[in-house]
């Protein structure tokens, strides 16, 4: 048995007034006179447009009874009619990538309060970040902060020595640690090691929809996902910030004990003597604004991650980098808001 192919031109014409089916044959007037037929699925009119769809059969060149069967089917446009959607100015114009991200940043850090106002936090999943920020961080913290303690120590040291201001070197070292050291640097190792964690997480769940399945099991990604992850950050980095001003002073005195030959006691008590209360209050709300920006940035990111893996690996890389830039943007902030005019606190010590 011996097949065939013939080409056979079917027109469709469709009318906005009627939506009847026709089956079979139908004769009409106006643009074509003639009688065309048509295949036996059913066609609905709607437009006003002549569409050409050109098939390709495969026709048995024995009567064996079987119908015929569509292999080829294409389509376009006899007139090339217009778009029945008028096209706008702004119609193929998309935002960009970063101005998209800034403005969820805002949106999702509102999202945030508004549900930890209402008491919507999912207390379990809030206390499995926390004790990933705060207890599994503490070392990678601590060893930084002694060692940038240390290496701020020799500057000093060096420095105040020569001028016969050896009783200064600790209030020194107290306020440079208590106001700036400890909360940037404290927060600059979490941003590396939490923010980065948290974007790669929830860039994955974004780009695998984990997180449509969420909405669709009734949950929210945000009271999930989001608000346990800025909870934690937020309540464990002043404790990690504190615990590295400790461990960064400790360092410090040590080695101008056995370096330099300056007591620890009178490192110990000039410190004393330059700190106030207010000095470890303001480094305490640094870090705490500090870790909202790091958790808030991150899920950010995290949540409008497009492109798969590549698109995760670059989500990581760019918050890592926003969150550290937006630390130091805060810390400009608020130290101009903290500490303005002429400060007294090293007349104690001298």
Partial sequence: MRT????????YFQSRR???????????????????????????LRFLTPIRKTRLFMISSTDDGYEYAPLLELEHNMNNAPSSEPETFLSGWSPPMFLWRGLSVLVLAGQVMIRTLKGKVHWRNTLQQLERVGPKSVGVCLLTSAFVGMAFTIQFVREFTRLGLNRSIGGVLALAFSRELS????????AGRIGSAFAAELGTMQVSEQTDTLRVLGSSPVDYLVTPRVIATSLALPFLTLMCFTIGMASSALLADSVYGISINIILDSAQRALCSWDLVSAMIKSQVFGMVISIVS??????????AKGVGESTTSAVVTSLVGIFMADFALSYCFFQGAGDSLKNCV
């Fill in 4 to 11: 065939t192919y013939r080409l056979h031109p079917v027109y």
């Fill in 18 to 44: 009627s939506t009847s089916k026709y089956h079979g044959s139908v004769k009409l007037g106006g643009w074509y006179s003639r009688q065309i037929g048509l295949t036996r699925r059913e066609q609905s």
């Fill in 183 to 190: 909360p940037v640097v404290t927060s600059i190792v979490l």
């Fill in 299 to 308: 899920c950010a990111w995290g949540v409008t991650t497009t492109g798969g």
